[in-house]
């Protein structure tokens, strides 16, 4: 799009390599996943922020696609077909209700 007239070099390159893989991982839409596997090769401020924290392009990568379960982004909601808060989450109000 028109974005590069408007977009500070490092968010264009941000967007730039999270279409990249959309494409890779056969997206119809730039999803937040890859935005924040864009962000980790951002050398302005991403890269040190996710290597202070320890967190590893493909160990982050390995994560993603085990949340997704093999589905693809094919419209602008694909997080709400993500199982991941049951799987990996934990119902606070409930574990109060049981004690």
């Known amino acids: 799009g028109n974005y590069e007239q ?20 056969n997206d119809q839409y730039v999803s937040v996943e890859e935005l924040v596997m ?6 302005r401020f991403g890269a040190d922020l996710f290597q202070s924290e320890g967190v590893a392009a ?19 909601d694909p997080e709400g077909k993500y199982e991941a808060l049951t799987k990996y989450g934990r119902d606070l109000t409930q574990a109060a209700r049981d004690g």
């Not at 408007?6 to 991982?25: C, D, M, N, P």
């Not at 864009?38 to 050398?43: E, G, I």
Request: aromatic content about 2%.
């Open 6 to 25: 408007v977009l500070g070099r490092s968010l264009e390159g941000l967007i730039t390599e999270a279409e990249r893989l959309k494409g890779k991982w």
């Open 38 to 43: 864009a962000m980790m090769q951002d050398t």
């Open 58 to 76: 493909d160990k982050l990568e390995e994560v993603i696609m085990e949340i997704r379960g093999g589905r693809n982004v094919q419209d602008q």
